[in-house]
């Protein structure tokens, strides 16, 4: 990886290369996770981020509380930004797990195109579990556990189970989380960066 350091003042700019060596054996990659709350997108994004290796784990939700608590209305600004910062990680040469539920597949779709308009190998997984281990998963998560928050509840579980169960991406490669470890998960998505 080439990094450039630029000292700057009115009008005029040096530009010193630096070659930095990374112990960087993957190709970049965007790999894309898509689920229901519970799928395990977190889980799995969590254990495949490796900062030597130029792997980031970026997820959507993580936005979400910039604009709202979580408010239907905020989705689009949410997911604009969403993409923006994805398209910086892609220009910064990382490697990217980006995650999300993803219920108007449009963005994910979008995220697809990106990647392929930078001539960088894409990937989406459809994350599935039936809708009974999702419903379980959700009142047991690390968060609720902690008290940090609350599940989200049966119905809201269903209604996002449901609407990505009825939009799917043509692309998507099918990760059945309930049939396989989490091990079997990752080593599936990791032949992704070889």
């Not at 600004?77 to 980006?98: F, I, P, Q, R, S």
Request: charged content about 30%; overall charge positive; glycine content about 6%.
């Amino acid at each position: 990886m080439e990094t450039s350091i630029s000292f700057w003042k009115p009008g005029f700019k040096k530009t010193i290369g630096l070659i930095l060596i990374y112990n960087q054996s993957v190709k970049q990659t965007l790999v894309i996770l898509r689920g229901a709350p519970a799928s395990g997108k977190t889980t799995i994004g969590e254990n495949l981020r490796d900062f030597d290796k130029k792997i980031v784990w970026f997820k959507t939700d993580n936005i979400k509380p910039f604009f709202s608590d979580f408010e239907d209305r905020t989705i689009d600004a949410v997911m604009e930004t969403a993409l923006v910062t994805l398209n910086y990680l892609l220009d910064e040469g990382y490697c990217v797990v980006y995650d999300g539920i993803f219920k108007n597949p449009r963005y994910a779709v979008r995220a697809i195109e990106m990647g392929k308009a930078k001539n960088i190998p894409t990937v989406i997984y459809q994350l599935t579990c039936s809708l009974k281990t999702l419903q379980q998963r959700d009142k047991t998560r690390r968060g609720v556990r902690k008290g940090c928050r609350k599940p989200l509840g049966d119905k809201i579980i269903e209604s996002l189970f449901e609407k990505i169960e009825n939009n799917p991406i043509e692309e998507a490669v099918k990760l059945n989380t309930e049939e396989k470890s989490l091990e079997e998960c990752l080593e599936i998505i990791k032949r992704n960066f070889e």
